[in-house]
């Protein structure tokens, strides 16, 4: 599965941005897919993750009601869509892809990072 992210860019505090993930394949369908950002000089950290079917999903805490995880099999592609940003959120944003549900940066497949920022 190859990935490619797109739809970052420079955004107020409080602004929305919604990043795409384009993935190659056949099986998208059969992978979870997953969000993780990473900040300068921090460690990858989980952001989202959504089910095969979309039928659930998994936020961070730190996310959780501003930003929501969705797919679209049909065009093999994953969304996240980013409202009341805040300038924390500002980091590289990189979509993955595994065969199960996981919250740790051990996903098999990753695209190539979008950076985010957002401005005070």
């Known amino acids: 599965v190859q990935l490619q992210a797109s739809g970052g860019g420079l955004v107020q505090a409080g602004g929305s941005l919604r990043l795409s993930c384009a993935a190659s394949?056949?099986?998208?369908?059969?992978?979870?897919m997953g969000w993780f950002r990473q900040a300068p000089g921090k460690e990858r950290e989980f952001v989202a993750a959504?089910?095969?079917?979309?039928?659930?999903?998994y936020y961070a805490d730190s996310v959780k009601g501003r930003f929501t995880i969705s797919r679209d099999n049909a065009k093999n592609t994953v969304y996240l869509q980013m409202n009341s940003l805040k300038p924390e959120d500002t980091a590289v944003y990189y979509c993955?892809?595994?065969?199960?549900?996981?919250?740790?940066?051990?996903?098999?497949?990753w695209g190539q990072g979008t950076l985010v920022t957002v401005s005070s």
């Open positions: 993955a892809a595994h065969r199960s549900l996981a919250t740790t940066p051990s996903y098999e497949y």
């Open positions: 959504i089910s095969w079917s979309g039928g659930s999903t």
């Open positions: 394949g056949r099986t998208f369908g059969s992978y979870v």
